[in-house]
């Protein structure tokens, strides 16, 4: 699983496999992706979130490219232009993983 990150217009590129891990597809309805910074370690992760989370806080919509047949959003908190300061690579493929929290709840990890 990866995703890329596009600094000139703060957009992500979710690879199939994530996606999939996400439970995104075109016939799923209105997606929302919540990203953030883990804390204590100089990386990022994401979480599909519901749409009322969404509404009260900065979350990305997923949306289908037809050209590039992939799955993808706009960040706007945290942008990609800050993630790239802060040392992220951009338009190559980064690894994410599948980090399970102690209540039982998961996330996904970029890794650089």
Request: aromatic share 12%; proline share 2%.
């Amino acid at each position: 699983m990866y995703l890329i990150l596009d600094s000139t217009d703060n957009s992500v590129t979710l690879s199939k496999k994530l996606a999939k891990a996400l439970d995104i597809g075109e016939d799923r309805g209105a997606c929302f992706i919540f990203m953030f910074s883990v804390k204590g370690e100089n990386t990022f992760g994401l979480k599909r979130v519901p749409a009322s989370f969404a509404k009260k806080t900065e979350c990305g919509l997923v949306s289908y490219n037809t050209d590039l047949k992939s799955f993808g959003f706009i960040t706007n908190c945290p942008t990609v232009n800050y993630m790239v300061y802060n040392g992220m690579k951009e338009n190559v493929k980064l690894k994410v993983t599948k980090e399970i929290l102690s209540d039982g709840s998961h996330f996904f990890k970029i890794k650089n």
